[in-house]
């Protein structure tokens, strides 16, 4: 079945640690995204790729970085510099082109102790 | 700036109630607008509106879209517990980029 898998649903990571998450999809997507949702809010972009080898960053950037270097995998790496990562992070994609629906992953929960 | 404002930010009714959501936005260079359904992990995708005036249904749900007041409404009628969630709405302004509200939390007591 084709979709968005992410890894791993939970995590758990020390301050000052490093971690990545991974997304995958075998949608034959171009844009691929990831959003951050905290408690009782919307979804806030970290970073979006329209193609392979780019992507742009989004409202809250900062403390996160990306890579597009396969069309099926977007993997999101939260650094140390993010103040406050703990968060529910959400992976989606979407074909280029004309308007369409955005296709989810089942999310990624970390939390930092 | 652009933006999207949902309300309300959280609702509670009986099963059997009609409910409606309210998605507002002041965004430029409007392509669509989106509403999703978030329940647990992975929001699910509802609709997707682009003309004015135009109804969409599925089942108990419907949802239109006001172009000239830049509001679109989604209607759940003989709501059951199984819709509660987070109902989220988008709107897209360009091929790649849309913005989000913060929601509407909908609680369904039986």
């Known amino acids: 079945d084709g979709g968005i898998t992410q890894s791993p649903k939970y995590l758990f990571r020390k301050e000052g640690q490093n971690v990545t998450l991974s997304c995958e999809q075998n949608l034959n997507h171009d844009a691929m995204y990831w959003y951050r949702q905290d408690p009782g809010q919307g979804l806030r972009l970290i970073y979006y790729s329209q193609i392979v080898n780019d992507f742009q960053k989004g409202d809250i950037a900062e403390g996160y970085s990306v890579s597009r270097e396969k069309k099926e995998s977007f993997p999101l790496t939260v650094t140390s510099a993010q103040k406050n990562p703990t968060a529910f992070y959400l992976c989606?994609?979407?074909?280029?082109?004309?308007?369409?629906?955005?296709?989810f992953g089942e999310g990624s929960r970390l939390t930092v102790l | 700036e652009d933006k999207v404002v949902q309300s309300p930010l959280s609702l509670v009714v009986h099963e059997g109630d009609t409910v409606t959501l309210n998605c507002s936005y002041e965004?430029?260079?409007?392509?669509?607008l989106l509403w999703y359904k978030q329940e647990k992990k992975a929001p699910t995708f509802l609709f997707m509106l682009?003309?004015s005036g135009i109804e969409k249904k599925s089942g108990r749900l419907s949802s239109i879209l006001d172009k000239k007041e830049l509001f679109s409404i989604l209607n759940i009628t003989a709501t059951q517990t199984g819709d509660s969630a987070i109902y989220l709405c988008?709107?897209?302004?360009?091929?790649?980029?849309?913005?989000w509200g913060a929601g509407t939390k909908l609680i369904i007591k039986p």
């Open positions: 965004v430029t260079n409007f392509r669509s």
């Open positions: 682009t003309s």
């Open positions: 989606a994609s979407k074909s280029g082109g004309a308007s369409g629906e955005l296709f």
């Open positions: 988008a709107v897209e302004y360009s091929n790649y980029q849309l913005i």
